[in-house]
């Protein structure tokens, strides 16, 4: 159980457009989820929180207007990286939790994402 | 949120058990240990948490001392597999993860 998928797996695009990441929880239900950025070499960097009806909620220096999360449902939460620009060339994870409480994070194998 | 301290790399060898220390000495009281690990390329995957006591499941034991200051993650049977970035975090009080530099563990046969 607790199996978390993220769409597509990996993306490249042109700059200036955006691009769209899901993130699905298959077998529970994902009060909350987070959102990731990792560059290479580097560990990971929490981006924003979201509830599922709720807004979410951005770390500091994380752009809201660039990054949208929206978390429609409890088994779908969407990234969309507008604008995309070669610097957002990364590798984008999500993870999900199931009470939003001190509950374990589950985490999608990744996207990642290479602007051109 | 408190911070954890690990060691940069380790080796083991195949078979042997493989023992991770982490520091976290401000952990707060209501703070939970977790551990992660990242093989190269993937979304970290869940090993083992705990608050106070000892915890073990299929993958590993975690050995929380009484002060609970820190901790270790023991790989019981470690296999070439086991061979990935290991992360010891505290959660914060909104559950959220903060992630350090992990110690990269190299399994040899």
């Known amino acids: 159980g607790a199996v978390v998928s993220q769409h597509p797996s990996w993306v490249i695009c042109k700059s200036g457009t955006s691009v769209k990441i899901e993130c699905r929880s298959l077998?529970?239900?994902?009060?909350?989820m987070f959102w990731y950025r990792q560059f290479p070499k580097q560990s990971l960097m929490l981006m924003a929180t979201s509830n599922e009806g709720s807004k979410a909620t951005y770390e500091q220096g994380v752009e809201k207007d660039k990054f949208l999360i929206n978390h429609a449902s409890l088994t779908l939460s969407t990234l969309t990286v507008t604008s995309a620009h070669p610097e957002d060339s990364s590798f984008y994870i999500c993870?999900?939790?199931?009470?939003?409480?001190?509950?374990?994070?589950?985490f999608g194998p990744g996207t990642r994402l290479t602007v051109l | 949120d408190a911070k954890t301290t690990q060691p940069p790399s380790m080796d083991c060898a195949e078979g042997r058990a493989a023992n991770l220390p982490c520091n976290h000495s401000?952990?707060?009281?209501?703070?939970?240990v977790y551990w992660y690990r990242q093989i190269h390329s993937q979304g970290p995957q869940y090993i083992i948490h705990?608050?106070?006591n000892n915890e073990t499941n299929e993958m590993a034991s975690l050995i929380i001392t009484e002060d609970r200051k820190s901790s270790t993650l023991i790989l019981p049977h470690a296999t070439l597999r086991d061979t990935a970035v290991y992360y010891c975090?505290?959660?914060?009080?909104?559950?959220?993860?903060?992630f350090g530099a992990g110690t990269t563990v190299t399994v040899r046969a």
């Open positions: 975090i505290t959660s914060s009080n909104d559950y959220k993860l903060s």
């Open positions: 077998d529970f239900q994902a009060t909350t």
């Open positions: 401000t952990i707060s009281g209501n703070e939970y």
């Open positions: 993870s999900a939790s199931g009470t939003g409480g001190p509950d374990t994070q589950y």
């Open positions: 705990g608050l106070k």
